[in-house]
């Protein structure tokens, strides 16, 4: 399979381009691409369990009921496991936006959580699934991406699908948690839970139903956000289009 390196053909932007990554490797440092090296490994592997398990459940019961009881052991590990992600940006050893990051990360654990975890009733939802199928083909295609991309030798296949994928896969994803969080509202209402109400000791009130309006409503600002970061990546690295990102 072709690598993007050569996609330069003998020469010019081909020598170019492996320069640009043997002096970015040199600024972070032995250790730190080793570790990352690592982390997008085990990652992948990690989602490739994940999807493996969904496929043979499926064709083993032929239903999604019960699926995400059956999955989410590895799914919690390997989700808040992510959360390593943010470090990666506050200590500087990817070049990603923390706020972008970080957006991204936390909503997925509130997800895996406070809603899928903690509402059983909603486990077996369909759009459960959405979600969960949108997060796993996009996790095996980006965290391979990003080790072959640290071993200096990405396919171009992996490379375009990462950058392709998620034009489809990221609405997918969001109308799968937007109706799994609505599927929880009339259990989170009938049940009070993680709420708090007055007279209390703290003598402050919290409604989590409240909260989780508000989150879905949070999705309005800020999924464009994440969108639009994506298909300015998609630009810089299949187009080569150079791009200013303003600062945090
Ligand atoms: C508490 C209540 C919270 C409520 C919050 C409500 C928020 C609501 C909005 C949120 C909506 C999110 C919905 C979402 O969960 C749905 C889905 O995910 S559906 C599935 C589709 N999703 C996707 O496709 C997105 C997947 N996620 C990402 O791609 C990243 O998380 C993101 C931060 C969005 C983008 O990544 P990044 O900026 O890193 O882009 P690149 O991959 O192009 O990388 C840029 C450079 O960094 C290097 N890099 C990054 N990570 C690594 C790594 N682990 N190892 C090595 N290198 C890494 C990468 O190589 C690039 O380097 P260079 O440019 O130098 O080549």
């Excluded at 496929?55 to 390997?78: A, C, D, N, P, W």
């Excluded at 390593?84 to 909503?107: A, D, F, R, W």
Aim: positive net charge; charged residues 20%; aromatic residues 16%.
């Amino acid at each position: 399979m072709a690598s993007s390196e050569d996609e330069g053909g003998n020469g010019g932007p081909s020598e170019a381009g492996e320069e640009k990554e043997t002096v970015k490797k040199r600024r972070r440092g032995f250790l730190a691409t080793a570790w990352l090296t690592f982390y997008n490994i085990a990652m992948t592997a990690g989602w490739l369990v994940l999807a493996v398990a969904m496929v043979r459940f499926y064709m083993e019961k032929g239903t999604h009921k019960g699926l995400y009881k059956s999955i989410q052991k590895t799914l919690k590990f390997f989700q808040t496991f992510a959360l390593l992600e943010i470090v990666h940006c506050i200590i500087g050893i990817v070049p990603t936006s923390v706020i972008v990051t970080g957006v991204q990360v936390s909503s997925r654990i509130f997800m895996v959580w406070l809603i899928t975890h903690s509402i059983k009733p909603i486990q077996n939802e369909d759009s459960v699934v959405l979600f969960l199928v949108a997060w796993t083909v996009t996790e095996i295609t980006r965290y391979s991406f990003y080790t072959f991309n640290l071993l200096n030798h990405l396919p171009y296949f992996i490379k375009w699908a990462r950058y392709n994928f998620f034009i489809i896969l990221y609405p997918v994803g969001v109308v799968g948690e937007l109706l799994t969080i609505y599927a929880a509202l009339p259990y989170v209402k009938k049940t009070g839970m993680f709420s708090l109400r007055l007279p209390n000791k703290y003598n402050v009130s919290f409604d989590y139903y409240y909260f989780l309006l508000i989150t879905m409503a949070s999705y309005i600002p800020l999924f464009p956000q994440l969108y639009f970061h994506m298909l300015r990546q998609r630009r810089k690295v299949l187009h080569g289009e150079v791009i200013v990102e303003k600062d945090d």
